[in-house]
RNA sequence: GGCCCUGUGGCGGAGUGGUGACGCAGCGGAUUGCAAAUCCGUGUACACCAGUUCGAUUCUGGUCGGGGCUUCCA
């Protein structure tokens, strides 16, 4: 099938083309590890976990080579570091340890890499070298900079224009450098950093700047052209247009072939950000709501726009879910049959329709509903299987419906089979009050009795 | 200021030059001991004003509103 992505770069979807079907690349920036990620860190996470999910089905599992890096080396880590008087490698390995049991928690597979920036500053260094020799780079008594008026193309990315920023009011002040769009690729030390923030080069004691660690990892770990690159619109302008720069300038290759960025996650139609302080943790959200409804929330807005993020949100991506899992309860023993609906599929390759998706697993839901309700067994294990071939590409129902429905079988689940056993027998002795006060006595602990021709079961809600 | 995105029914959210995706909520019916669950049915939605067109929510221009980037940021 056919996969169409909107290219940030061209502005437009294009059909994808790996350059190589046996060794598709894809590149993600990942986060800084100084504190806990908040839910809008977790948009790319889960967006481009979606996508490596539908590569990985089109080109085979082991054909997709995803990397999304750790920086752990960064003004913020060091700041996080003399204040809590925590050592740099203590910080960074506990929160890049909770942010994947966090990505974890939203069925995001792994990536086939995780490069940690610190572990690369010899490539990088590398990289800075072969930029100076070539006349790209020039130093200054702070750092290391990249001459971005020798590029003519830059901007290309971000379809902005050198002379355009100029006119902004935030332009850094810094007499050294050339020019104000010139970027930092080597800062050096500081008096009050600590040691492991500092590595030797030929320019001096420093170390590296943010958007030259991408370059590096990315070209050492998927080579000097990639597919896929991703990251947040934030990241747009100017992380990757300075990432182009770099790599452009060094191997003198394209970059990536296909840049993806995706919308801000919104609180009350303002972005979710660290600095204005309206963040939602995702540890916290897992306190109210399974990893799996914050997923489905997640993907129930298109990747690229603005996503507002509230409580009705995701309420209404539990009560979805549900429908979906009872659906499949209903068809859960009709084994046998094999998928052929493409529908969910066939959103995900047109530019990740994540929302046209879910919309055809709800058209599943109701498919899997009706051949029940007519006692249709083989409609009934053709939406089965349909419906859990779907499950996959989206990273959704990866539970059983019974452990999603009542949780893992223990002492509790047995007491309340107990109850809804002994209701039937009422039932069948028209022993209406008695039928009423357990059904009643579930009800106020948040468990829903669902009658049938066949029997009871019961779900916790 | 510059550049870019966006405005769909009570809510979320796709999509399209010509029969109202899908979900949530609501309403009616079936089913049920009564419910719940489920199924079926049910909505004169496309910010506003012009223009192009046989026909525009969809294309063009303008107006108004919302948001983003403009070197901290997913």
Same mark, same amino acid.
């Given at each position: 099938m056919t996969i169409r992505l909107f290219d940030s770069a061209a502005r437009e979807k294009r059909v994808f083309k790996p350059q190589d079907p046996a060794r598709v690349t894809m590149y993600v920036c990942g986060p800084t590890v100084y504190n806990r990620a908040h839910i809008g860190n977790f948009r790319p996470v889960i967006v481009f976990d979606t996508l490596f999910r539908l590569l990985r089905q089109t080109y085979g599992e082991t054909a997709v080579v995803y990397a999304r890096n750790v920086t752990d080396i960064d003004d913020k880590i060091i700041a996080a570091s003399v204040e809590s008087g925590e050592t740099i490698a203590a910080i960074t390995q506990k929160y890049a340890a909770i942010y994947g049991e966090d990505a974890a928690a939203v069925n995001a597979l792994a990536p086939t890499i995780t490069p940690w920036a610190t572990k690369h500053v010899g490539e990088m260094l590398a990289m800075i070298e072969a930029l100076e020799r070539k006349g790209y780079a020039y130093a200054t008594d702070t750092g290391v900079y990249f001459d971005?008026?020798?590029?003519?193309?830059? #901007?290309r990315l971000s379809g902005r224009k050198l002379e355009d920023n100029l006119a902004g009011a935030r332009i850094a002040v810094d007499q050294g450098k050339r020019n104000p769009a010139d970027f930092a690729l080597w800062k050096f030390t500081k008096?009050?950093?600590?040691?492991?923030a500092v590595w030797d080069s030929k320019w001096g004691k420093g170390r590296p700047s943010w958007h030259i660690e991408c370059s590096a990892m990315a070209a050492k770990h998927l080579g000097k052209t990639i597919d896929i690159h991703g990251g947040g619109?934030?990241?747009?302008?100017p992380h990757h247009e300075n990432e182009i720069a770099q790599s452009e300038c060094t191997h #003198?290759?394209?970059?990536?072939r296909y840049w993806m960025h995706n919308g801000f996650l919104d609180m009350g139609g303002e972005k979710m950000s660290k600095s204005l302080g309206n963040v939602v943790l995702l540890n916290e959200l897992l306190n109210d709501w399974d990893g799996e409804v914050i997923r489905f929330a997640m993907l129930s807005g298109h990747y690229r726009a603005p996503l507002d993020w509230t409580d009705d949100l995701l309420e209404q991506a539990k009560v979805t879910l549900g429908r979906i899992y009872g659906a499949l309860r209903r068809v859960w023993?009709?084994?046998g049959a094999r998928a052929s609906d493409k529908g969910v599929r066939r959103a995900l390759s047109d530019d990740l329709n994540t929302p046209v998706a879910l919309a055809d697993l709800s058209r599943l839901a109701g498919e899997a509903n009706s051949a029940a309700d007519r006692g249709d067994q083989d409609a009934m294990a053709q939406a089965r299987a349909d419906i859990l071939a779907a499950g996959p590409l989206l990273g959704l129902l990866t539970k059983t419906p019974a452990q999603w429905e009542?949780?893992?079988?223990n002492d509790d689940t047995a007491r309340i089979d107990q109850l809804v056993e002994d209701r039937l027998t009422a039932r069948a002795e028209k022993n209406w009050a008695e039928a009423d006060r357990i059904r009643d006595k579930l009800q106020a602990e948040r468990i829903e009795i669902m009658d049938s021709a066949t029997g009871s079961t019961w779900r916790r809600i």
């Open positions: 971005v008026p020798q590029v003519p193309t830059y #901007g008096p009050d950093e600590p040691d492991s619109i934030d990241l747009q302008f #003198g290759e394209e970059m990536a023993a009709a084994e009542q949780g893992d079988s």
